[in-house]
């Protein structure tokens, strides 16, 4: 069962406007959340996280929000550049019962950012 | 630091063969993590490693795979004997500290194919 779910396989947005992908989660002891971005033939690279105590983080043109109560969210890229093309990866992880420490990471399937020039 | 480095970046191999992939984790970093990534299954965790030791291998999928880290700069993943359906591009990552407020830095892959 898909703790992380990414519904949208990709997402095609123009240039200059804005790109919204989304993230269900479905455990609730998740308390930090992150994004991370794929280019192809590379590794995941780190994005932007927010933790469960906040609903909002920015960091330039990205964006995150969280609605705990929904298990949501989202990533937010004003305005969209066609050098963010990539997939893009949502992430949870929670509290480990033993070490009190936040040590797996659980990805969702990721969604194929396109933009166009 | 080069980071997180895997070889090979591609790996053709006839069912049945063993399969062993390498990572070297960034110095430092006290975990290391491989995951697999597939299109049905996006990117799983097979197995952790945390100075050392391994944690939580319950992401492994049969016995046919395995994972050691002998000391804190080397880390392989086996798979005895292969099977098409372990196809899949396999990350290591690495972080300096399990705490819920670091990110994982990840290797390039390595795209293993079997046939």
Redesign the interface.
């Given at each position: 069962d898909q703790q992380v779910k990414?519904n949208s396989p990709s997402l095609s947005v123009q240039e200059g406007r804005i790109s919204i992908l989304n993230c269900d989660y479905t455990n609730s002891m998740f308390?930090?959340f992150?994004w991370?971005k794929k280019y192809p033939?590379?590794?995941?690279?780190?994005l932007i996280?927010i933790?469960s105590i906040k609903d909002k983080n920015e960091d330039g043109r990205f964006t995150v929000f969280l609605n705990k109560s929904a298990k949501h969210l989202s990533l937010h890229i004003v305005p969209s550049q066609p050098g963010d093309s990539a997939v893009y990866?949502c992430?949870a992880?929670a509290?480990?019962g033993e070490?009190g420490?936040?040590?797996?990471?659980?990805?969702?399937?990721?969604t194929k950012l396109t933009v166009n020039p | 630091d080069a980071g997180?480095i895997q070889s090979p970046r591609h790996e053709v191999t006839e069912m049945g063969q063993e399969v062993t992939l390498r990572c070297k984790p960034i110095s430092g970093h006290d975990?290391l993590?491989w995951?697999r990534q597939t299109m049905m299954?996006?990117?799983?965790?097979l197995i952790?490693f945390?100075n050392n030791v391994p944690?939580?291998d319950s992401g492994m999928p049969e016995d046919r795979f395995s994972a050691k880290m002998p000391n804190a700069s080397f880390s392989t993943l086996k798979i005895q004997p292969s099977e098409p359906r372990d196809s899949a591009v396999y990350?290591c990552?690495s972080t300096p500290?399990?705490?819920?407020?670091t990110?994982?830095?990840?290797?390039?892959?390595t795209r293993l194919t079997v046939v």
């Open positions: 990414q308390d930090y992150l991370y033939a590379e590794g995941p690279t780190f996280s933790s990866f992430a992880s509290l480990s070490t420490g936040s040590e797996k990471l659980v990805f969702g399937k990721g | 997180v975990y993590f995951y299954r996006g990117l799983e965790l952790y945390n944690i939580d990350f990552a500290s399990g705490f819920m407020n990110e994982a830095f990840f290797g390039q892959g």
